[in-house]
């Protein structure tokens, strides 16, 4: 198997359909728009012919994520731990509101907290959905739930991801 | 004659080349460019210090609001990485764990406004002078961006307060990768946040 896959950004790609002409497998057409992995072997002629620089060569196995400090991730999860609090009383706000302004305001407000928490998350050790933290957070929630469905998603999810580290 | 920044954008306001004091303009002026209001505006070159107190942190268990916001985040990871199947089941726990968080019983917009306070005064402060000593560059970005969607946050609550209407005949909007919230007719043409393209600032539709 090749080292990387091309992928095509559908919001960049101005349909030239060079990769069209240059795939050697027939990977680049589709009628879904995306690149059929299955049949791409990653030799990257259609990243180099495409004008309009819509199509990227992905790696399948990523470097290990850089190591944080401990006190950096506290200071972090500070703020996560705030921002998440922020995220539940604006919800609360949402649903016991009758004012469609205020309904409104609310729904920016889960949203804009939720984006902050997942940024904080990324830079406090989460940033690579194949890291070791990840593996660790994902194997906790295992032992932890009594739900038979979620059990079958996280193992599935365990499975899925190439864990590199 | 002094210079006035945005904090949200950067944009300066120079006393010297506009001729108006920046005291002497209205209160309703906004930030040209990203529509900050004018109470955000900052005197240049103004150090602030931050006293090196350390409380220690307690380890704790994640909670499900907490677990909730990781595994979206995963999620969005999995989407970059083209990893589809990967992303919707980190989407599905993300909703499990939202659906079992508990909601923060009556709670008010001032309530919000004190716990913002909480972040803009000490939360964001520790955490630079911590992510400057350890030179995380990665770290002091997330606290460059949050700290400014926090204080437009603040000051969309202020205006609300003073003025229930003010969004009444205008948009909103949300910047998807950094959070900041814009309300006004016409997005900018990027974020003044994170200066992704403005096709990312998404619009929050009001309700019936």
Redo the contacts between chains.
């Keep these: 198997m090749s080292e990387v896959r091309a992928?095509r950004n559908l919001?960049i790609c101005s349909k030239d359909c060079l990769c069209l002409y240059v795939c050697p497998t027939g990977a680049t057409d589709t009628e879904t728009g995306?690149i059929d992995f299955s049949k791409c072997i990653g030799c990257g002629v259609c990243s180099k012919a495409c004008p309009s620089g819509a199509i990227s060569m992905?790696p399948y196995q990523?470097p290990k994520q850089?190591t944080?400090?401990d006190?950096?991730i506290?200071?972090?999860?500070?703020?996560?731990?705030?921002?998440?609090?922020?995220?539940?009383?604006?919800?609360?706000?949402y649903?016991n509101s009758n004012d469609?302004?205020?309904?409104?305001?609310a729904?920016?407000?889960i949203?804009?907290?939720?984006?902050?928490?997942?940024?904080?998350?990324?830079?406090?050790g989460?940033?690579?959905?194949q890291s070791k933290n990840?593996k660790d957070?994902l194997k906790n929630?295992l032992q932890q739930t009594k739900?038979e469905t979620?059990k079958k998603?996280?193992e599935?999810?365990i499975d899925?991801?190439d864990f590199n580290e | 004659m002094k210079k006035y920044i945005c904090p949200i954008c950067g944009y300066v306001y120079d006393e010297e080349k506009e001729g108006i004091k920046f005291d002497d303009l209205p209160d309703d002026w906004k930030c040209p460019l990203c529509g900050a209001p004018k109470n955000l505006f900052k005197a240049e070159a103004i150090e602030v210090v931050v006293s090196e107190e350390d409380d220690e942190e307690e380890l704790r268990e994640m909670n499900y609001g907490e677990i909730s916001a990781l595994c979206s985040s995963l999620a969005r990871g999995c989407e970059k990485q083209y990893l589809g199947e990967e992303s919707k089941l980190f989407t599905k726990l993300a909703n499990y764990y939202k659906s079992k968080s508990e909601i923060k019983e009556s709670s008010s917009f001032e309530e919000l406004v004190s716990k913002i306070n909480n972040d803009l005064e000490t939360n964001y402060q520790k955490a630079r002078s911590v992510a400057s000593e350890k030179e995380d560059r990665g770290a002091l970005r997330v606290i460059t961006w949050g700290e400014k969607v926090t204080m437009i946050l603040k000051s969309l609550l202020e205006q609300y307060k003073n003025d229930k209407d003010f969004i009444k005949n205008t948009k909103v909007y949300v910047c998807d990768i950094c959070g900041f919230i814009y309300v006004g007719d016409e997005k900018p043409e990027i974020c003044p946040v994170c200066k992704v393209p403005s096709f990312k600032l998404l619009e929050v539709e009001r309700g019936a």
Aim: glycine share 0%.
């Design positions: 992928v919001r995306q992905v990523y850089q944080k400090d006190l950096v506290a200071k972090l999860n500070k703020l996560i731990q705030s921002k998440v609090e922020q995220e539940q009383m604006a919800e609360y706000i649903k469609s302004i205020e309904k409104q305001l729904k920016a407000i949203r804009a907290n939720r984006l902050m928490t997942e940024d904080l998350y990324r830079e406090a989460f940033m690579l959905p990840t957070f929630l739900d979620l998603d996280i599935k999810l899925l991801l």
